[in-house]
């Protein structure tokens, strides 16, 4: 279920410390030490999935509530508007090689090159 | 199920063409009319949600199934990286008013002034 490697098993099971924002049996929700918004958090299932790519019909569980959370999130933040941003892989920007989703609002994050 | 007026529902009832790069019972995978990477799709439920913050647990299904096809894109077209994105509101740059995922693969989206 967790790798001893890697940080975020390491936060999920407690052994770092973090800011929850919420959780549940699937998937926990902490604040991001490095903000890039005004509000940045970070969606992390409770399970070392490497991405998206990786996930199972048996992975549907920590899959579903990764979105699930985010709008329980968003309703209970009172947040209007936010990105949900996963990378997959090195040449995508994955740095951290367990599956989680930035939970950004507050930033218009295209207003530079391109508006999707 | 459908919203007559919405763009994306007429897509996914084929009233609007679309290139179908692959779909389930529950999503499409179509190509974006308008790229801003060298592969970009959009994932879309065929349900008219509006956004994640409005998935309850009865869209299990639908939003479960954005995650599964897009691992499932990403080992048939062998991309090893790729970016999946969710813009919810209009402050966060949602235009089309029925939930969907970018999928983008083969550019670099953080050269500019944030890396996630």
């Given at each position: 279920m967790f790798d001893s490697s890697c940080i975020f098993c390491k936060i999920i099971q407690g052994s770092i410390p973090s800011t929850i924002i919420k959780e549940n049996e699937y998937v926990t929700v902490i604040e991001n030490i490095a903000p890039k918004a005004p509000t940045h958090y970070l969606i992390i299932p409770k399970k070392h999935l490497i991405d998206v790519a990786q996930l199972t019909q048996a992975d549907q569980q920590f899959g579903w509530n990764i979105l699930k959370i985010a709008g329980e999130v968003a309703q209970e933040k009172k947040l209007s508007g936010f990105n949900l941003i996963s990378n997959n892989g090195k040449s995508a920007?994955?740095?951290?090689?367990?599956l989680h989703f930035h939970f950004m609002s507050g930033k218009n994050l295209y207003s530079g090159e391109f508006k999707l």
């Amino acid at each position: 279920m967790f790798d001893s490697s890697c940080i975020f098993c390491k936060i999920i099971q407690g052994s770092i410390p973090s800011t929850i924002i919420k959780e549940n049996e699937y998937v926990t929700v902490i604040e991001n030490i490095a903000p890039k918004a005004p509000t940045h958090y970070l969606i992390i299932p409770k399970k070392h999935l490497i991405d998206v790519a990786q996930l199972t019909q048996a992975d549907q569980q920590f899959g579903w509530n990764i979105l699930k959370i985010a709008g329980e999130v968003a309703q209970e933040k009172k947040l209007s508007g936010f990105n949900l941003i996963s990378n997959n892989g090195k040449s995508a920007g994955q740095s951290v090689f367990h599956l989680h989703f930035h939970f950004m609002s507050g930033k218009n994050l295209y207003s530079g090159e391109f508006k999707l």
